[in-house]
Every structure is written in C-alpha cells, then in structure tokens.
C-alpha cells in the first residue's frame, strides 16, 4: 500500500501565482486533513475534512481553499501565494474514532517557497 | 500561550541511555494523547498512542499520561542512534473530525 501520497513534493511560486497540491490516500480513511509546519510552529491544521462531502476550517485557514473530491483525494489550492506561505505542508488521513487505530497517517510532505 | 507545550531541544544522549520526553498542556478537556516521531524531510509516524490517563507499553517505548498534572510523557529505553528524531506530542478533545493540536516537537539526538 503507498499509504499517503502528496505532489508535488517540492515546488517554487511567485508572489500571487496559484497552485493546487495533491494528496490522496488508499486505506479507505474517512477522515483528512491539511497541515503547515513551521520552525518552531508546530503542525498547524489548516483544514480538514471529517467524511467524504464535508469540510472545515482549522487553525489557520485564510489564503487557502479545499477540496474533498471523492473519498480517496483532498486537494488544497492557493489561489494567490504569499511569502508567508513558504512552508512544508502534510496531508493526512485517519479512519474515525471506534473503527480502529486512531492514529493519522502522514504524506511525505510539500516543500512549497514562495519568492 | 501554546494550547501544547514541548520543549524543542535538542536533547543529546548516549547510545543506550534512556531518553525522557514530555508535554504539557492547557485543555483539560484533551482525552485522546499521542507521539509521534519524525524524521528528518519525512512525515510524522504514529508512535503510541493512549486514550486518558495511565501508561502504556510498548516494546522500548512507554508513554504515561497524568491529566490531573496535565502532563504526558514518553521515555524511550535503550536509545539507538536510529531513534535520532523529532518526537511530537498530539492530543484532541474528541473523536469528532479526529483534530488534533500537536506540540511543537523535541528533536533527539542519540550519539553512538
């Protein structure tokens, strides 16, 4: 099984272009989330969908936009890059509480540099 | 202040020592407790995990969590050079959206 996948894994952006990163996942999770990590920051959840068909806003959602395509896949845009922006970002998976191991399953990570 | 706090290290032990890591946190209302370990350019993996208070055992690893102190610990035996990491701590309220606040990570450093 490959688990988690993101994509790009690296990725340059000029202040104000777009992109959208992939991830999709193939342990039939319910759950999946988008995080940042900063130095010093910690994981910081920008947001997450709890089933397929819905999602929700996290910690530190502005500037960015979600989508849950299907059960397997949730993409996450930037419509307008920032420097502040610049991070790592991790997509993550989970089944729900109660169907088994709680614990996330993590993708390998975006470089994403905003210049 | 942080709602989880973790001292970010780096914390430098011998092969073989017993390394000590530790949350605290704010949210008295956190049940779910986790750890979960990082290598350098990769994803977190789940380490332990333990719902409420009490200790947990597992292989080399132990984590004990305290909600009265509201403290959460993780002591790993018999440290190899390959446990040289980031370990973070992650909690949640509930199982709803499974959200997790994770600490801010203590990198490891095990020297041979």
């Known amino acids: 099984n490959a688990g988690v996948t993101q994509t790009p894994k690296f990725q340059v952006l000029k202040t104000g272009q777009s992109m959208t990163l992939q991830c999709a996942q193939d342990m039939n999770h319910n759950s999946m989330y988008w995080y940042r990590q900063d130095p010093g920051m910690g994981l910081r959840l920008i947001y997450y969908s709890a089933s397929e068909g819905t999602t929700d806003k996290g910690e530190v959602p502005n500037g960015y936009n979600v989508s849950r395509l299907n059960k397997r896949e949730f993409s996450l845009r930037l419509e307008s890059a920032a420097p502040s922006q610049t991070s790592v970002y991790f997509c993550?998976?989970?089944?729900?509480?109660?169907?088994?191991?709680?614990?996330?399953?993590f993708g390998s990570g975006t470089r994403l540099t905003v210049v | 202040q942080k709602e989880v706090e973790q001292d970010p290290g780096p914390l430098s032990v011998p092969e073989g020592a017993i390394v000590s890591l530790n949350c605290t946190y704010s949210?008295?209302?956190?049940?779910?407790f986790m750890w979960y370990r990082q290598y350098s350019r990769k994803g977190p993996e789940l380490l332990m995990y333990t719902y409420s208070s009490g200790n947990k055992e597992d292989g080399r690893f132990t984590a004990q969590v305290d909600k009265s102190s509201k403290y959460i610990s993780l002591f790993i035996r018999d440290s190899q050079p390959s446990d040289s990491a980031t370990y973070l701590c992650?909690?949640?309220?509930?199982?709803?959206?499974?959200?997790?606040?994770f600490g801010g990570g203590t990198r490891v450093l095990v020297k041979p």
């Open positions: 993550a998976s989970s089944l729900l509480v109660g169907q088994g191991d709680y614990g996330y399953t």
């Open positions: 949210n008295s209302a956190f049940q779910y």
């Open positions: 992650a909690m949640s309220v509930t199982a709803a959206g499974n959200k997790l606040t």
